[in-house]
């Protein structure tokens, strides 16, 4: 009876080292994977509003449909 008990204690203890070991080394990776993201998204977004923006302006384009 007293074997399960210590298995899940001992799973316990093994469970709390790893995550104190993955937030020393792993969260601070994300971060900067997230801002990596972070950036690359903003320069995107940046580069489709200017192309939309040149768009308007061209005169290759055709007209939009019109709605009645």
């Known amino acids: 009876m007293i074997k399960p008990v210590l298995q899940v204690a001992a799973l316990g203890v093994v469970g709390v080292a790893m995550w104190k070991l993955a937030s020393l080394f792993l969260f601070p990776v994300l971060f900067v994977v997230f801002k990596i993201a972070l950036v690359v998204g903003l320069v ?23 709605t009645a």
């Open 44 to 66: 995107m977004a940046a580069i489709w509003w200017f192309n939309k923006q040149g768009r308007k302006d061209s005169p290759d384009t055709p007209p939009p449909p019109e």
